[in-house]
């Protein structure tokens, strides 16, 4: 059996998988975007006195 002449039915396979990875995408990201918000938050509460703390050091 030649390149040309594979069975096709893997292709299938394939792209159902991939379909349905795609369905999976579109779920909702609300508490993940949250999670960033208050990890961002919390990081710059704590980034302000680390470059405020040197300035105050040299005083």
């Known amino acids: 059996m030649s390149n040309m002449e594979h069975p096709h039915e ?3 396979e394939e792209n159902t998988m991939a379909h349905q990875h ?20 919390v990081v710059l509460v704590l980034t302000v006195p680390i470059l405020l703390l040197p300035q105050m050091i040299r005083q």
Request: proline share 0%; hydrophobic share 40%.
């Open 10 to 12: 893997h292709h299938y």
């Open 22 to 41: 795609m369905a999976h995408a579109g779920h909702d990201h609300s508490s993940m975007i949250a999670d960033f918000r208050i990890r961002f938050y």
